[in-house]
């Protein structure tokens, strides 16, 4: 199945119903779907890595257990979601600041690698965004031409209202035809617009089965997350949250090393789930996973709205290892 800012974000699986809520919250855009307090059944996606980095696709469910706030649940599914199409949702930044530095350029590079690696069933859509609601320049289509024309046409202006925006994605992808979808954020990361707080993205995030992957557009790709501001923090902490990874560059070779290994991800997930019980009080759960020694990393999402998982009377068959989460 299932380096400017790119985001993606993977939802709905086939054959898995997903009950899902809109919620409005004050002086923020409306419509901004989480997973719903009632929800059905918590579907999670992940991606191991082993030790050169690369994704492994071989793994076997006695390698894997499933734990929620540190308790071991019973999981009713697992299995390999390789190679599926994918409904692309790309969120382009039009704000002035993507003028400097060859920002648009770079968004422009990154959006053709993507295009280039597309699958057979691979759909986009192109949203753009600045001190406004994010505007639809292409709806949904396998033409990757249209995207292309549409990306040249875009000329920076305005301020940046990132947070708005990124909020009403999840929705906005549903659109697509595929049932795995990914949304991509192209921006340099600086929100001066918003009506959303840093505190409002990360609760609506909390809610929500995407896993997102930032690309931030820094001229210096080698400083840490934290090194390059407020903004690239956040962005590192809604990559942790969804199950992404945070990568920084804009040279056109470090976008393509990004989107080859961003592909290599979505192509090489695993599935695994379970129904929760409907018992006890309805409130963030986090979410890890414990896995077999020849795992280095896996990306996964940090947790899920709703009640009570149904417990585990063992970790059955997976050996002793380190707990792994979202890195």
């Given at each position: 199945?299932?380096?400017?800012?790119?985001?993606?974000?993977?939802?709905?699986?086939?054959?898995?119903?997903?009950?899902?809520?809109?919620?409005?919250?004050?002086?923020a855009?409306?419509?901004?779907?989480?997973?719903?307090?009632?929800?059905?059944?918590?579907?999670?996606?992940?991606?191991?890595?082993?030790?050169k980095?690369?994704?492994?696709?071989?793994?076997?469910?006695?390698?894997?257990?499933?734990?929620?706030?540190?308790?071991?649940?019973?999981?009713?599914?697992?299995?390999?979601?390789?190679?599926?199409?994918?409904?692309?949702?790309?969120?382009?930044?039009?704000?002035?600041?993507?003028?400097?530095?060859?920002?648009?350029?770079?968004?422009?590079?990154?959006?053709?690698?993507?295009?280039?690696?597309?699958?057979?069933?691979?759909?986009?859509?192109?949203?753009?965004?600045?001190?406004?609601?994010?505007?639809?320049?292409?709806?949904?289509?396998?033409?990757?031409?249209?995207?292309?024309?549409?990306?040249?046409?875009?000329?920076?202006?305005?301020?940046?209202?990132?947070?708005?925006?990124?909020?009403?994605?999840?929705e906005?992808s549903?659109?697509?035809?595929?049932?795995?979808?990914?949304?991509?954020?192209?921006?340099?990361?600086?929100?001066?617009a918003?009506?959303?707080?840093?505190?409002d993205?990360?609760?609506?995030?909390?809610?929500?089965?995407?896993?997102?992957?930032?690309?931030?557009?820094?001229?210096?790709?080698?400083?840490?997350?934290?090194?390059?501001?407020?903004?690239?923090?956040?962005?590192?902490?809604?990559?942790?949250?969804?199950?992404?990874?945070?990568?920084?560059?804009?040279?056109?070779?470090?976008?393509?090393?990004?989107?080859?290994?961003?592909?290599?991800?979505?192509?090489?997930q695993?599935?695994?789930?379970?129904?929760?019980?409907?018992?006890?009080a309805?409130?963030?759960?986090?979410?890890?996973?414990?896995?077999?020694?020849?795992?280095?990393?896996?990306?996964?999402?940090?947790?899920?709205?709703?009640?009570?998982?149904?417990?585990?009377?063992?970790?059955?068959?997976?050996?002793?290892?380190?707990?792994?989460e979202?890195?």
């Amino acid at each position: 199945m299932r380096r400017l800012l790119i985001a993606f974000a993977l939802a709905a699986i086939p054959g898995v119903a997903h009950a899902q809520a809109v919620e409005t919250l004050p002086d923020a855009p409306p419509q901004t779907l989480t997973d719903s307090v009632s929800v059905s059944y918590v579907m999670i996606p992940f991606t191991v890595l082993g030790s050169k980095g690369a994704p492994l696709t071989d793994l076997k469910q006695k390698e894997v257990a499933l734990l929620v706030d540190g308790v071991p649940v019973k999981s009713d599914m697992f299995e390999p979601s390789q190679n599926e199409p994918v409904s692309f949702t790309i969120l382009l930044d039009g704000s002035g600041s993507m003028a400097l530095a060859g920002k648009m350029d770079a968004a422009r590079s990154a959006v053709a690698a993507l295009l280039a690696r597309r699958k057979p069933g691979d759909d986009y859509s192109l949203w753009l965004f600045s001190d406004d609601e994010a505007k639809e320049l292409v709806p949904f289509t396998e033409d990757s031409s249209a995207i292309t024309r549409a990306m040249r046409t875009v000329q920076p202006f305005g301020k940046t209202a990132f947070f708005d925006a990124l909020a009403t994605m999840p929705e906005r992808s549903r659109l697509g035809r595929n049932t795995t979808r990914a949304i991509i954020l192209l921006s340099d990361g600086l929100d001066n617009a918003s009506k959303l707080t840093r505190a409002d993205i990360a609760g609506r995030l909390e809610g929500v089965s995407i896993p997102i992957y930032p690309l931030g557009l820094r001229e210096d790709a080698t400083a840490g997350a934290k090194e390059q501001g407020a903004e690239i923090e956040l962005l590192a902490y809604v990559a942790q949250l969804t199950g992404g990874k945070l990568s920084l560059g804009i040279e056109p070779v470090q976008l393509a090393s990004a989107v080859d290994a961003l592909e290599h991800n979505l192509r090489a997930q695993y599935l695994i789930g379970f129904t929760p019980t409907g018992k006890g009080a309805v409130k963030y759960r986090r979410i890890s996973l414990q896995l077999a020694g020849r795992v280095r990393a896996v990306r996964v999402r940090a947790g899920y709205r709703g009640t009570e998982p149904p417990v585990a009377t063992a970790l059955a068959r997976v050996k002793p290892k380190q707990r792994k989460e979202g890195k």
